[in-house]
């Protein structure tokens, strides 16, 4: 068996009583701390949690032609961005199928940082450095690279994540837009890089610093907090908050199969722009209509609806589930199914394939969980 790869912060999960560690996609990384998952599910969304997120991918781009060599790539303007600001984008094939998503930070005219997913990492830095149609007319003063390694990246995600981040920081956090960020940050004396983003559903912010300097900042801040309800969480609770928010997860809503479109992410997607790799693709799937969309499902009958689960519309099956599970906030079973536009419509009861028996299901508007983000959007 491979040695599964560990983050910087590695050494100080041992510091917190209770983790439980899982192979996630080769990376050896929390699932839960002591609390569990449903108190870090809750502790989110009442109080604040704290994430390790540093097996994300960070692949910097520099040089002339940055900003049109992303704006190629991706589905959304990079040309629109203002310097200090991120935007949630796609990294399409030319079949309008989802290379990765991910977030693009601009630092500066010609400097750019790309957070991608893990698992990613490796396959979007061959895309974005030679296998997309656009590489061969790169600029040749445009330098690419991979610095994942260097990097930790925390999330500090909920209500009181502002709170607990603001009396250690010498910057004003109201200050930071949503979507946005600030650079050389003072956090207890580290340099970092502070973004208002995150992945849970909640105001929260996502931390980046040099990796040698990772386990102290996560201890600063699990310490600053703890007494006031800040908990370590891992990605079990990571995975039910997306979950109830509707933000998809690579592998799931999105696949080299199903792009922007077929995620319901139709909104990240910029055709006034300019070309870009999988326009003409998606352009298409518009104009015939026959491309499949996301719908939102609660259970009626009991039963825990997965990955891969056929689901069917009266005795015909319409399409599978791509993710599902126990929603903490709504106390009930839901899943997000992925079935052929205007086959579902909202309240109607669909059946999904559980165990070798059909359970029944309400079909509901998403997301499941909605809270207003905090500060300045």
Known sequence: MAQLKRTALFPAYGETEGVRLI???GWELPVQFAAGILAEHKAVRSNAGLFDVSHMGEIFLEGDGAEDYLDRLVTGSVSAMKNGTCLYTILCNTRGGAVDDLLVYRLGE??????VNAANTEKDFIWITTENPAASKKSSHLRIENQ???WVQIALQGPRAREYLQELVDVNLEDLAFYSFFDEVSLAGVPTLISRTGYTGEDGFEIYCEASEGPGIWRTLLN????????????????TLRLEARLPLYGHELTED???LEAGLRVFVDFEKGDFIGRAALKEMLRKENYRVLRGVRMIDRGVPRQGYRVYKEDHPVGEVTSGGKSPSLDEFIALVRVPKGSLKT???????????????????TPFYKKAYGGKQ
């Open 23 to 25: 192979d996630f996609g």
């Open 148 to 150: 994942s390694a260097q």
């Open 110 to 115: 010609k400097r750019f940082m790309l957070v």
């Open 347 to 365: 309240g109607e009861q669909v059946r999904i394939e559980i165990n070798g028996k059909r359970k029944t299901g309400e079909v509901i508007s």
């Open 258 to 260: 199903a792009g922007p």
């Open 224 to 239: 600053h907090g703890a007494d006031r309800g800040l908990i370590p969480c891992g990605l079990g609770a990571r995975d």
